[in-house]
């Protein structure tokens, strides 16, 4: 059997879900991975091999030396609630 208590926390966290899910469309989570993302992140050394629509030429200007322009990836952020309901879990009291 599960807990009354745990139902009710369960359905007030499915309402909260189901309120932001507009918000939780990609680019809404930021991340630490460098991507094609919109948000500017930093400026690495160009490294031969690298694209060279990626060099930042204003930088170029500014320093005689070549830097990739990165920028933040942007990541849909997916949350699993997995509840072990088997009877292995019904051994004892909480």
């Known amino acids: 059997m599960i807990d009354l208590k745990f139902l009710n926390e369960l359905e007030q966290f499915q309402k909260a879900l189901k ?11 930021k991340s630490n991975r460098s991507g094609q993302g919109m ?8 490294i031969p091999g690298d694209s060279v629509k990626k060099i ?14 990165r920028f933040e990836e942007e990541r849909r952020l997916n949350i699993h609630i997995l509840v072990d ?4 879990m019904d051994y004892g009291s909480p």
């Not at 948000?39 to 160009?46: A, L, P, T």
């Not at 930042?56 to 322009?69: C, E, G, P, S």
């Not at 309901?85 to 292995?88: A, C, D, I, K, L």
């Open 19 to 29: 309120k932001n899910a507009s918000q939780m469309n990609q680019g809404e989570q």
């Open 39 to 46: 948000i500017f992140k930093d400026h690495k050394e160009y």
């Open 56 to 69: 930042d030429w204003k930088a170029y200007a500014r320093t005689k030396d070549y830097f990739i322009k």
């Open 85 to 88: 309901r088997s009877s292995s």
